[in-house]
């Protein structure tokens, strides 16, 4: 028997963003990414493109739906149809977001004029370095000086449409390959040159301990330099991905509903594109998932089941498979969904 739950009021409350991710293939093998150890494949995320006609689909079936992130797993551009979708987004007043993440290397030009002619409305570029040299070091198999031509184009079709869109962001992971002060300070005045915001991330690398960290907080505005000293120092964990089930669930490219952008070897066993988002958001697994999140429930047999302890529904609630929920748990730091 499955987990059954009591719906409330609130459950039917609807997201206006969604996470809709438009790829989980890439071209690049970054050191950590799972995508490069085959890990997702493995897993619940799989090989795919969205397609537009899912896409389409979706926006018409949901028009409460006002913003959708396509970027988290693979590489946004690799996807074949991604004109046709820019451009429907446009015409449905949908605004898309690839905050997440993309690499920049391969865009085609039909595509580079479409973000500027349909206003896609941010895009994150993920740059380690402003050299070849310390870029390919995490990015392996990237070309960072085509990054940057794409980038010049994309801003020569700014100028000739007059638009400020999309807006765009250098994404630079402090990591040992990245750390040198003078790429730092390349590559912060190369972003202005390229009108780009920069902002610097923690690496998911644990034990990463930086060299000459007052320089390194003086030159890129971070607080804490590791996720280790980050959590040690806050009490909270670095970037709240779990929030994202009240505010942005996400949803897998073949429709299958992940929640957060963290998932990668479960799912809440719901197919958005088959049963439409609220019913997926309303599926027992899933407001379970909120339920313990937000500590209205507390599951009696943690530490986490493992799938094959004979636990009932449970296989389908990726949270208690999950490092964050732990520490949700045990430090008792849940989620007040009336402050999101
Ligand atoms: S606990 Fe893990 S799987 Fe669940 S929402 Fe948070 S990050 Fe995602």
Redesign the pocket.
């Known amino acids: 028997m499955g987990i059954r739950i009591k719906l409330f009021k609130k459950d039917n409350i609807l997201p206006s963003s969604i996470d809709l991710e438009s790829s989980t293939i890439c071209q690049l093998k970054c050191r950590l990414c799972g995508l490069r150890k085959k890990i997702y494949y493995r897993g619940s995320v799989g090989a795919g493109f969205l397609k537009f006609e899912h896409f389409k689909e979706f926006i018409n079936r949901n028009r409460f739906i006002k913003h959708i992130e396509l970027s988290n797993n693979g590489e946004v551009f690799l996807n074949p149809e991604l004109s046709k979708i820019i451009k429907y987004a446009y015409s449905e007043k949908v605004s898309l977001t690839a905050e997440y993440g993309v690499n920049f290397n391969t865009v085609s030009d039909e595509v580079l004029e479409a973000l500027v002619k349909y206003k896609f409305e941010k895009i994150s570029i993920a740059i380690d370095g402003a050299s070849q040299e310390t870029y390919s070091k995490y990015r392996i198999g990237g070309d960072f000086n085509r990054v940057i031509d794409n980038i010049r184009k994309l801003n020569t079709y700014k100028k000739k449409y007059e638009s400020v869109y999309p807006k765009l962001w250098w994404q630079y992971v402090l990591m040992q390959s990245s750390e040198d002060v003078s790429e730092i300070k390349k590559a912060k005045d190369l972003a202005k040159e390229l009108n780009m915001s920069i902002f610097f991330k923690l690496t998911y690398e644990k034990g990463y301990i930086p060299n000459n960290p007052d320089i390194l907080i003086a030159e890129t505005g971070l607080k804490y330099l590791n996720r280790e000293t980050f959590t040690k120092n806050t009490k909270s964990l670095y970037a709240n991905?779990?929030q994202s089930?009240w505010n942005k669930p996400y949803i897998n490219w073949d429709g299958r509903l992940l929640?957060?952008c963290?998932?990668s070897q479960n799912d809440f066993g719901v197919n958005v594109f088959e049963i439409g988002i609220e019913n997926a958001l309303k599926s027992a697994n899933y407001v379970y998932?909120k339920r313990l999140?937000s500590g209205k429930i507390a599951y009696k047999d943690y530490p986490i089941p493992s799938p094959t302890n004979g636990c009932k529904g449970q296989k389908r609630i990726?949270?208690l498979y999950?490092i964050?929920?732990k520490y949700?748990f045990e430090n008792k730091s849940f989620i007040n969904p009336k402050k999101l």
């Open positions: 991905m779990c089930l929640g957060c963290y998932v998932a999140l990726p949270c999950c964050r929920y949700i």
